[in-house]
């Protein structure tokens, strides 16, 4: 899934603005002034920010073009542990000791990690769901071959945030009845 998508898909199902709305009868029309919106965001790229990310940052600065050939194996071995499930759980398990309420925005780190598992397919960038303790993946599609799947996954993308804006909007409106 592309990185935009991924923020998004976080923001709507690991921030309270956007779990309010799709789950709970009245939405919540903060959505990009609640700061978990923010941090959900930034918890959906982290496992593609940190290796991919870091990766194609140097290659600029370097000023070589993005190409996704004679990547070093640090780097690989980002990719791999920050799409790990126990990593990512051992992370937020840290955080509810630390800051509770950053626990539901982090979520989105390991929803990043199961949309994965379905959007790529057995190679390089698999995703190894319990690295390194078992070598288990599951043989998804491969998102960036597959035009369909990027269709439908944005389209499921816009009804979730239909869902968001449209019970915001409704709830506001009811705010401002009860005032008047
Ligand atoms: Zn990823």
New binding site residues.
Partial sequence: ?D?LA?ALYGAALCSRSGVQSIFIKQGNKKTIKDWTFWASCFFAVI??LF??GIYFSYLSIKGIGIRWYGMPYPILFL?KI??SLPSALLIILLIRFIYKPLVLPSLAWPL??V??AFL?DQGK?K?PLFFPFINMNIKGINWWENPWVVEIYWLVLMLLWIIIIYKGNKSEHRTSETVY
Wanted: aromatic fraction near 12%; charge should be negative.
């Fill in positions: 899934m990185i991924h496992p593609d290796s991919l990719y920050l799409h990043h990690i949309i994965d790529h960038f995703t």
